[in-house]
Each structure stands twice: as C-alpha cells, then as structure tokens.
C-alpha cells in the first residue's frame, strides 16, 4: 500500500467512524424496507437526511466484514456518501441478485402480494427549492396548478417485491441511472396526458416513465389505468380542506396536527391516521414538502378515496410544523 493510499484511507476512518482496514467494499444496491435516517458517520448524529421505504441507493461498502453498518451513495443529498444501518434494508449483491431470480416462481409479480399502496403527493413550490435547475422548476409561475395544489409523485404498490414488474435489464438499467428519456414513451389517452401535465409536473422530466417502470408496473394496471387511478385520487385530495389548508396560507406555517384536522374532516374520523407529512431543509426554513396517504387494494379510477384509507396504524411523517412555500425560489437571505 502506497504512503498516499495509507493517508487517504486513514482521513477516511477518522471521518466515518471505522478503523480504514475494516472497512469492507460492497458493491450492488441497497433496497429500503423501512424509514431510516442516513448519516455522514456511523457515530455522527442524524440529520434531515433519511431513507424512505421501497426507495434503492448504490451500496459502497461494510464498515467491516460482516459489518452492521453500509455505506450508500445518496446522489441528491450533500455530502452523497451516507451511512445506514444494515437493518434498515437489503443488500443486494450481483451474486444475491442471481441467486434470487433462480429462486422466483414462475409468473412472480410483485403486486400480488402488496397489501397496502402509497399516495405520494409534493408541495411543488418546495421540491422546485432544492431542484431549481429541472425543467419544471424553471418554468414555475404562481398561476400554474402546481402553485397551490397537489402535484402527482407516484403511487406506489408496498409489496414484498421490490418495484420493476416484468420490467426489462436495459429499461430498469436506464431508471437506475436516472436517464429517464431513454425509457420508453407510455401508450396513454390524449386526455390522460393532459391531465399528466396538469398536475404532474415532473413529466417535464419524464417522471411519468419512471414512476411506471419502478412502481407503476407492480400495480396490476395497465400504464392508462394505473394513472388514470392515481389522477382520481389525487382530484379527491385537491378537492378536499386538506389542500384548502396549505393553499390558503401560503407563505406561513402549518402544523402536522392542523393538515391532519383537515384530511379528518373531508374524509371522515380517524382517517388522519393515513395521512404522513413530509418536509425539508431550505436555509432556515423548514418547508412542507411532501404528503404521503395509506391506501389499501384494490384501487381503480373509481375508487373513493374515505374507502381506500389504510387507517390500521399512524403513518409515517418527519415534522411537526413547516411553511408553505410559494412559487418561486425564496433566493439567498431567506
């Protein structure tokens, strides 16, 4: 080992917390099975950064063999290389991935097993903070729909499989890669479309693609019947005193008990238990950024949203409190 090599890898123990000789390369993907924070050190203290259940992450390396801490590369957050409990998931070698597509049955799908879905629903104006550069944040004004109403992330099949249904090596590749463009255009109705563009702005982006080969093709749905179910779902909500309560305070700050107030009274007692809220780090502020609804099958485009509540526990939320933000970058000094 060269004297710089040594030095490199010394700097780096005395950064994450493990002695450098320990540390045990892994590569493959780390798969999210459940809500963890993700820390620049092993005994660092946690900070806004976390994983999300079904999200995947490249895996780096054990902090030693047989480790029970993994280090994961986070692309979109600062600094990216990240630490997890091994717990928190699965790690999937190329040897493991072999192994475990020799061991499917014949005709697996992963929606046949998913007992519960996930409305995942953004506060654009937020996302667009931290993602200024993307095509549908530079195109943002305080008249477009996203500016106060909910935006379409995704709705996602929570199953013991883990996304990318009957999904090709090469388009499943592409999504990893995040090259959404390369991923094949979806054979959906001309008024499906619209409505996509409507209310999910993300398809600037090409969300749209990517949300069917992750999650979209584990629903059971066709690409028109899975959007056209996930767009009535999302009309209940932003018909609802849920969004009437964001888009009537813009620029203030909302409670996690207020918004939970106001899914309850649309949709009926205890029906907050399905409701998570989600925010993030902006400067000082703090911002809603995200809400995330339980959902039980089957869902379809006629489904009523007070029927399809998965209210057998509370569902996961990050904060407390958070400003609605408007559209438009808050900019430096906020």
Same mark, same amino acid.
């Given at each position: ?8 890898? @010394? +700097? *780096? ?17 780390? *798969? ?26 490249? %895996? ?37 991935? +072999? ?26 104006? %937020? ?27 995704? *709705? ?5 499989? @883990? ?6 090596? *090469?388009?499943? +590749? ?33 969300? &749209? /693609? ?30 609802? /005193? ?9 620029? &203030?700050?909302?409670? %996690? ?16 238990? +399905? ?19 339980? @959902?039980?099958?089957? @869902? ?35």
């Amino acid at each position: 080992m060269t004297g710089q090599i040594r030095h490199f890898l @010394l +700097a *780096l123990g005395l950064l994450t917390g493990f002695s450098a000789g320990a540390f045990e390369p892994a590569p493959g993907q780390f *798969l999210v099975r459940q809500d963890c924070p993700a820390t620049t050190g092993i005994h660092r203290p946690p900070d806004d950064v976390r994983l999300r259940q079904g999200d995947r992450y490249q %895996a780096v390396g054990l902090n030693r063999q047989h480790g029970d801490f993994l280090q994961i590369r986070m692309p979109d957050s600062k600094p990216e290389l990240r630490w997890v409990r091994l717990t928190c998931g699965e790690l999937q070698t190329a040897a493991s991935s +072999a192994t475990a597509a020799t061991t499917k049955p014949p005709g697996f799908s992963a929606h046949r097993n998913a007992r519960q879905f996930l409305l995942a629903l953004s506060w654009q104006p %937020a996302f667009c903070e931290s993602q200024p550069d993307k095509p549908e944040c530079r195109t943002q004004t305080a008249s477009r729909y996203d500016a106060d109403h909910f935006s379409l992330h995704g *709705l996602w099949p929570q199953s013991q499989g @883990l996304g990318y249904c009957d999904v090709s090596p *090469l388009d499943r +590749a592409s999504d990893e890669r995040r090259r959404w463009d390369l991923l094949p255009r979806l054979h959906l109705q001309p008024e499906t479309i619209r409505r996509l563009h409507q209310v999910m702005p993300g398809t600037a982006s090409g969300l &749209e /693609r990517h949300e069917w080969v992750r999650h979209g093709s584990c629903s059971g749905h066709d690409p028109e019947r899975y959007y056209r179910t996930a767009l009535f779902l999302l009309e209940q909500i932003n018909q609802s /005193r849920l969004r009437e309560a964001l888009a009537g305070r813009l620029g &203030e700050t909302v409670t %996690a008990r207020q918004l939970k107030a106001a899914f309850a009274a649309s949709f009926g007692q205890g029906a907050d238990q +399905a409701l998570g809220v989600g925010c993030r780090r902006d400067g000082q502020r703090q911002l809603i950024s995200e809400i995330r609804i339980k @959902l039980k099958p089957p @869902l379809n485009e006629n489904t009523p949203l007070r029927e399809a509540l998965d209210v057998s526990s509370p569902a996961f939320g990050n904060c407390e409190a958070g400003v609605v933000d408007r559209a438009g970058l808050a900019g430096p000094g906020r």
